[in-house]
């Protein structure tokens, strides 16, 4: 299995996790790892489920997968993170207050793009986890007091191959957590995107309004992801 196949239903696997989350009642959310643990039972049993419809309609799948995600990902946050500075509280108080509300709208609209976007490019890569096995490594010993955390899951690919995801969480006000990010063995999809986005920015001599009108998930895949 190439990396590319991995991290494409490895990131999937991670955002919709979040499927099984759509009653907070049956999971504890105030620990990360009772989330990751619970979602991915969930998601498994959606999974081996999906074959019976995706080819005849696929929109069912992003739109099941959509109307949950809110209660797991913060969009939000990850989408600011990969604006990076240009989208960092410094840079937002140093404006006046039209560039402030072009900002805001910005980075609303980035959201927007940012979870559409990922969602189509990898959801269908999912259905090939039908039967995979994981195992999650750590995440007992994670401080109540903590704001962020990580916690390591395995995931038994095809043939003898193991492969390391990452899940780097963030505690919210409310004490509840949330999933930020994702790394799939070395590979930090935040991180990729964000150097992705301050390279165009660069280009757009920092018009940030051309590179989130311009951004497309699928064209900003890397290298190691977008090989066949």
Not at 37 to 54: H, K, L, N, V
Not at 80 to 107: C, H, I, P, T, W
Not at 211 to 218: P, R, S, T
Request: no cysteine; aromatic share 10%; net charge negative.
């Amino acid at each position: 299995m190439k990396i590319s196949a991995l991290f494409g239903k490895g990131f999937t696997a991670f955002i919709l996790m979040g499927l099984a989350l759509s009653s907070t009642a049956e999971v504890n959310d105030k620990a990360p790892k009772p989330i990751i643990e619970f979602t991915t039972s969930q998601i498994m049993t959606i999974i081996d489920g999906a074959p019976e419809y995706f080819d005849e309609d696929p929109d069912r799948f992003y739109r099941e997968i959509g109307e949950v995600l809110d209660a797991t990902i913060d969009w939000r946050g990850f989408a600011k993170g990969v604006m990076g500075e240009y989208a960092s509280n410094a840079r937002y108080k140093r404006l006046d207050a039209e560039g402030k509300k072009a900002l805001r709208e910005q980075l609303e609209t980035f959201t927007g793009i940012i979870k559409s976007g990922l969602i189509r490019t990898y959801a269908k890569g999912l259905l090939a986890f039908s039967g995979s096995k994981f195992e999650i490594v750590d995440g007992d010993d994670i401080d109540p007091s903590a704001r962020s955390a990580s916690v390591t899951q395995l995931v038994y690919g095809s043939g003898d191959r193991t492969y390391t995801v990452r899940y780097q969480m963030g505690k919210r006000r409310d004490g509840t957590w949330r999933l930020r990010n994702l790394i799939v063995e070395d590979i930090n999809l935040g991180q990729i995107y964000q150097n992705q986005f301050a390279s165009a920015a660069k280009a757009a001599q920092g018009n940030v309004g051309t590179v989130v009108a311009e951004w497309d998930v699928a064209a900003n895949l890397p290298e190691d992801l977008d090989d066949e």
